[in-house]
């Protein structure tokens, strides 16, 4: 399931975001790709340690802690630290699989990469190529999104970053350890609390139906959460 989320950043700030980027200390991304991945990865990325890259990674945190959609499709437990990548000159990534266990020592952060998240940065207008390819169930999807709109996926799927052959793409990706692992799981819970929320307006604070559908949100939550 691909969820998208539209203007997780408002426009001033991508700007800013952008405006910051652009001169950042980019590094050639193959540095951080696994043995099998650097064959296929070509792009520039920024350090971990860069402080541009902490500030505005701990920023888009912010975002998505109280973004309630995002909340509700993830069921977030662990969250990675934001990695901020640039295309541009033809820069790809070809197909291939997140890991499925992370680890950052200094943090000592271990994640199980549950789902991916992609933020798009910059302005669909000013570049071409760059669709992050995402093979699903009902085969390959094409995600180009506004700048400031994220897109939520499996981790677990094939994906791809197609060549940019104008401009530039910045993106921020980051990596979910979900409370509920199993992605069929997570999809019903997802379900079920955006109907919820759909029919609560309008209805009595104390309705016995809305009552009643909460409880079996929260009890198939409680069977299929580990925390
Ligand atoms: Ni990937």
């Given at each position: ?66 973004h ?53 940065l ?70 079920l ?14 309705d ?7 409880h ?12």
């Amino acid at each position: 399931m691909l969820i998208i989320i539209e203007n997780l950043l408002a426009a001033d700030d991508v700007r800013t975001f952008r405006d910051r980027l652009v001169d950042a200390s980019w590094r050639d991304g193959a540095d951080t790709a696994g043995s099998r991945s650097v064959a296929v990865k070509r792009n520039l990325q920024l350090p971990r340690e860069d402080g541009l890259a902490r500030e505005l990674g701990d920023a888009i945190l912010r975002k998505l802690g109280q973004h309630s959609e995002f909340l509700s499709a993830s069921l977030a437990e662990k969250i990675w630290p934001p990695v901020f990548n640039l295309y541009q000159d033809g820069g790809h990534y070809g197909t291939h699989t997140d890991a499925a266990l992370m680890r950052l020592t200094e943090a000592n952060l271990t994640l199980r990469s549950d789902l991916s998240a992609t933020v798009f940065l910059s302005d669909p207008r000013y570049y071409d190529g760059g669709e992050l390819v995402i093979e699903e169930q009902f085969g390959a999807q094409p995600v180009k999104l506004e700048a400031g709109d994220a897109v939520l996926y499996p981790s677990s799927s094939l994906h791809q970053v197609m060549p940019v052959t104008r401009g530039q793409r910045i993106c921020a990706i980051t990596w979910i350890q979900s409370a509920v692992a199993d992605t069929s799981a997570r999809a019903l819970l997802y379900d079920l609390d955006q109907s919820i929320r759909a029919l609560t307006p309008g209805r009595a604070k104390d309705d016995p139906e809305i009552n009643r559908l909460i409880h079996v949100y929260h009890n198939l939550l409680r069977r299929w959460a580990h925390v």
